[in-house]
């Protein structure tokens, strides 16, 4: 998750959960869900970890969980797809667009299962899940940049 606050900041949730099912090798048919706690955020910056979780951003007492269900994968190019879904924020639920590439699959050497790589970018607006609206888009962009990468065990 990238935020654009007077400068760029960025920060990742470190309590969260993906399942990804999938009958097809080419993944035309897949499903993705992922829940992560949002008192999990981490941007290295204490006081501004703790105040994305109050009342004036995220809520996490409130709603503790960040949910997103895709509903819908289309092939857009050679390993590249659109993955639409439900994205669930401060009990506010609305439809997202992301871009998802598949990055390869490879034999993982610990655990010697298959394994595929997926990177989800897009960008989501903070306001459409009234997230922070008491700061001024000059100050805090309304536009969230979201990067997440992750590999999966077959």
């Not at 470190?14 to 099912?21: A, H, L």
């Not at 409130?62 to 949910?67: A, D, G, R, S, T």
């Not at 609206?133 to 536009?143: A, L, T, V």
């Amino acid at each position: 998750m990238f935020l654009q606050h007077l400068s760029q900041q960025s920060g990742v949730f470190n309590d969260f959960d993906v399942t990804v099912n999938t009958t097809k090798p080419d993944f035309s048919d897949a499903v993705f869900e992922l829940k992560a706690k949002v008192a999990s955020i981490d941007t290295r910056v204490e006081a501004r970890d703790k105040h994305l979780k109050s009342a004036d951003f995220f809520d996490a007492e409130k709603f503790p969980v960040m949910h997103f269900a895709s509903t819908a994968i289309q092939k857009a190019g050679k390993n590249k797809y659109k993955l639409t879904g439900a994205l669930t924020l401060r009990g506010i639920t609305k439809q997202v667009t992301m871009n998802l590439e598949y990055k390869g699959n490879a034999e993982n050497p610990v655990n010697k299962k298959p394994t595929v790589g997926f990177q989800l970018t897009g960008s989501i607006r903070r306001s459409d899940f009234n997230i922070g609206n008491n700061f001024p888009s000059s100050m805090i962009s309304d536009e969230v940049h979201i990067k997440a990468d992750g590999e999966f065990v077959q």
